[in-house]
């Protein structure tokens, strides 16, 4: 693949976007305090952020309470063909993670089929149709053990005075009504858009948005995540691991690698392999580290196949802006070229039936950066 430009933030941006993680709607105010530094430069550098396409701050339903099955599948496929795939898998509103991966398996995507609808035709009249797709293995989840947007949180220090947000729960559809969800979609696009401008845009009070919003974020409804690339907050490795365990020892084992900080999702899957996890770590030395250390050394780990992360596409439902950015490029070139292109990019999510400040303009600050290969 070619070398894509990342940012190289320094360590108030850092913090910053770590605080983000924490609580997408914190005021600049508590957030300045954790930055050690201003109110206005926490909102400007941010802002500069947002406007460079680096961090995105989005609502995340969480659909659950058994109208849908996750099928975590694994893709092949033709050389030179990921790119368009991944972005042709993104653009369906049933998926809601995508990334490219190292390998047997080129792509891994997360796929929500509501019940009622057969797998076969998710599987075989979906994916296995999208050009360049070689062949695929679908794994059904089981069970979430883990599931965190603030792997960076360490960032902050110990004395970080954020509140976390509660945790998730399976949501069942009658938990949300038509304005619950139009709440949501308006979120989705700017998570932090103040309550004012998304009660102006629906024709309802600020109120009615600010408690219905609340109420949903209570309950674990919605989550407000931050999305943004690890290696611009200086983590080299991001990594998807299929691990095969006894039967016996699933659900300790599981609860030992969510107890991890650098473990941000695992889940027990029924397939080859019995537990899926995503890992985040500063260096490549870390990995050999919790590879050796970590995996090797817990009781009930019979094997382990992994994939490194390289592009992650879609998390939240949401297509990350960086990835836009790339496929809207490459994609977009290919198909100028006259090659075959896959559908526009798309960040509906399915239908399952939350003060901030307002946008702060940046200043043009022009963020380090570096060259990476992603």
């Known amino acids: 693949m070619m070398p894509v430009e990342m940012y190289d933030l320094d360590p108030i941006d850092r913090r910053i976007v770590a605080a983000l993680q924490v609580n997408g709607r914190a005021s600049w105010t508590d957030i300045a305090q954790l930055a050690g530094t201003s109110v206005t430069t926490v909102a400007r550098r941010a802002q500069q952020l947002f406007a460079d396409g680096l961090v995105k701050v989005t609502a995340a339903p969480h659909p659950g309470g058994g109208p849908a099955d996750l099928l975590i599948v694994r893709i092949r496929c033709a050389a030179g063909s990921q790119l368009p795939a991944a972005q042709a898998l993104a653009a369906m509103p049933e998926v809601r993670f995508v990334a490219l991966v190292t390998g047997v398996y080129d792509l891994v995507a997360e796929v929500l089929v509501p019940k ?18 070689e062949g695929s293995v679908a794994d059904l989840e089981l069970h979430t053990y883990k599931s965190t947007h603030e792997w960076s949180r360490h960032l902050l220090g110990t004395g970080s ?3 976390a947000p509660p945790p998730v729960h399976d949501c069942p559809p009658a938990h949300l009504d038509e304005l619950d969800e139009q709440i949501i979609a ?7 858009a103040s309550f004012q401008s998304v009660a102006v845009g629906l024709g309802v009070s600020e109120s009615t948005v600010r408690r219905r919003f609340e ?3 209570t309950a674990g409804c919605v989550q407000v995540i931050t999305l943004v ?5 200086g983590f080299e490795a991001e990594i998807l691991f299929w691990l095969s365990v006894a039967p016996s020892r699933l659900d300790a084992v599981a609860r030992e690698l969510a107890a991890l900080r650098g473990v941000r999702y695992v889940a027990a899957t029924l397939g080859q392999e019995s537990l899926m996890c995503e890992v985040i ?4 030395a870390d990995v050999f580290e919790f590879t050796t250390k970590t995996l ?3 009781d009930g780990i019979q094997a382990w196949t992994a994939g490194v992360e390289l592009l992650t596409v879609k998390r939240g439902f949401v297509v990350t802006p960086w990835a836009a950015r790339r496929l809207a490029a490459e994609v977009g070139d290919a198909a100028g070229s006259g090659a075959t292109s896959a559908a526009p990019v798309a960040t509906a999510v399915p239908t399952t039936r939350a003060e901030s400040p307002g946008p702060v303009k940046g200043n043009g600050r022009t963020a380090r950066s570096r060259r990476v290969s992603s």
Not at 186 to 192: I, V
Not at 229 to 233: E, G, R, T, V
Not at 281 to 284: E, N
Request: glycine share 12%; aromatic share 2%.
């Open 161 to 163: 005075q954020l509140v």
């Open 296 to 298: 090797g050394e817990i």
């Open 186 to 192: 308006a979120l989705r696009e700017d998570g932090r």
């Open 229 to 233: 690339p690890a290696a611009a907050l």
């Open 116 to 133: 009622g609808v057969s797998l076969h035709s998710v599987l075989l009249n979906g994916l296995q149709r999208i050009p360049g797709v």
């Open 281 to 284: 770590l500063p260096t490549h």
């Open 215 to 217: 109420s949903l974020y």
